[in-house]
Nanobody, 124 residues
Framework: VQLQASGGGLVQAGGSLRLSCAAS????????TGWFRQAPGKEREFVAA????????YYADSVKGRFTISRDNAKNTMYLEMNNLKPEDTAVYYC??????????????????WGQGTLVTVSS
């Protein structure tokens, strides 16, 4: 499966953005998917993951309560709604998928498919 993230941009602190991850391939519905990010000079960080059905989600503590992950399997698309953005959320955001329906590997930083990123910049 191929993944392509979009929706990044420049936003002021406290603002909101919604990222999208479009997937190709008929098997998208069978994969758990998730978001990672990497800030300049920092290591890649897990952000959120969602099960194949969308019925189960998992978040990093740093974004819990502010970000919401969702997916629309009919559109082969995953989303990340980001609210109350902070300057420390500035990073390139990447979407990823694993070959299982649950995100047991994604939450440990492992993945089978990786997409191009989209830059999110939050100004103070």
């Amino acid at each position: 499966v191929q993944l392509q993230a979009s929706g990044g941009g420049l936003v002021q602190a406290g603002g909101s953005l919604r990222l999208s991850c479009a997937a190709s391939g008929r098997t998208f519905i069978t994969y758990a998917t998730g978001w990672f990010r990497q800030a300049p000079g920092k290591e890649r960080e897990f952000v959120a993951a969602i099960s194949w059905s969308g019925g189960s989600t998992y978040y990093a503590d740093s974004v819990k309560g502010r970000f919401t992950i969702s997916r629309d399997n009919a559109k082969n698309t995953m989303y990340l709604e980001m609210n109350n953005l902070k300057p420390e959320d500035t990073a390139v955001y990447y979407c990823a998928a694993e070959n299982e329906g649950w995100y047991t590997r994604l939450i440990r930083g492992l993945y089978d498919y990786w997409g191009q990123g989209t830059l999110v910049t939050v100004s103070s």
